[in-house]
């Protein structure tokens, strides 16, 4: 089992995410493959930005949401077949309302919790492996996403959490026998 990890750069735009999926491919012809995407170059500090503003009641925030749905709904649009899009856009709409309630009510609270902040900068990675998982099943190939919440084992320290690798690892194990017993 190997376990590759793509920056933001690596999934930075349509071409980018087309070579991340030939290296996936590449790899996975002999080997069981994890891929761990980040967000969208670039999108991980919109988010951050996003909850400043809304923290300081400044509507800015709803302009950087509206940009995040707009690069990646672009996205959609230039990697998935047309008969396929709807599912994915539909995917995207929800985890952009979700954005949206959080900062709204991060908004109207004037607070901005650790927690709130944690859940509002994973938002990139949820939107991006969508798009690439959704990718690769229109060319076809056999690729199972894995919600990373059911391997990844962390402290509860929002904020500033960690990832407990014995444990993690082990679930990643189990994981994978799982996906091959199917």
Do not use: W
């Not at 929002?158 to 996906?179: N, P, T, W, Y």
Request: glycine fraction near 8%.
């Amino acid at each position: 089992m190997i376990v590759l990890k793509f920056g933001g750069t690596s999934v930075g735009n349509a071409k980018s995410i087309k070579t991340v999926a030939k290296v996936l491919l590449e790899k996975s012809s002999s080997n069981d493959v994890f891929a761990v995407v980040s967000a969208v170059g670039g999108v991980t500090n919109q988010l951050i930005s996003a909850t400043h503003f809304a923290q300081n009641r400044d509507t800015q925030y709803e302009s950087l949401v509206k940009e995040i749905e707009e690069f990646h709904l672009t996205l959609v649009k230039d990697l998935i077949d047309v008969k396929l899009q709807s599912g994915v856009l539909g995917g995207i709409k929800l985890i952009i309302n979700e954005l949206e309630e959080i900062l709204k009510a991060i908004f109207v609270l004037r607070e901005n919790s650790l927690k709130s902040f944690d859940y509002v900068c994973g938002i990139g990675e949820r939107l991006s492996v969508l798009i690439i998982y959704n990718y690769l099943k229109g060319l076809k190939k056999e690729v199972n996403l894995v919600d990373p919440t059911q391997i990844l084992t962390c402290t509860n320290e929002f904020g500033f959490g960690h990832v407990i690798m014995d444990i993690s690892r082990e679930k990643a194990i189990e994981q994978l026998a799982d996906l091959k017993a199917n």
